[in-house]
């Protein structure tokens, strides 16, 4: 399995963006998939979630700009970022865990490998 993060780019403030993470490969499920991104110099912060179920929770710096979003069918989470800010300059990786098929199925918990964002002033 693996995770393929795009989307990012760069944009002016004001601006908006939509980041994908798309899980490929032996593919059975997919359970919670997070967001994440990191600012030079700072710590890797969590950014949104979404759960099997579609419920959803955001850091409180993006609740009211960002939405995270799923399309089961296609493996795939997506990240809609509007009025974008200077300070939401960053690397953004998305984890995911899940199910593979197999006899016995596994599980695993994977990192894609990041998209940057860049937003002016």
């Known amino acids: 399995v693996q995770l393929q993060a795009s989307g990012g780019g760069l944009v002016q403030a004001g601006g908006s963006l939509r980041l994908s993470c798309v899980a490929s490969?032996?593919?059975?499920?997919?359970?919670?998939v997070e967001w994440y991104r990191q600012a030079p110099g700072k710590q890797r912060e969590l950014v949104a979630v979404?759960?099997?179920?579609?419920?959803?929770n955001y850091h409180d710096s993006v609740r009211s700009r960002f939405t995270i979003s799923r399309d089961n069918a296609k493996n795939t989470v997506y990240l809609q970022m509007i009025r974008l800010k200077p300070e939401d300059t960053a690397i953004y990786y998305c984890?995911?865990?899940?199910?593979?098929?197999?006899?016995?199925?596994?599980?695993?918990?994977?990192w894609g490998q990041g998209t940057q964002v860049t937003v002016s002033s």
């Open positions: 979404i759960g099997r179920d579609g419920n959803t």
């Open positions: 984890a995911a865990e899940g199910g593979t098929y197999g006899d016995p199925p596994q599980m695993y918990r994977l």
């Open positions: 490969g032996n593919v059975k499920s997919i359970n919670a």
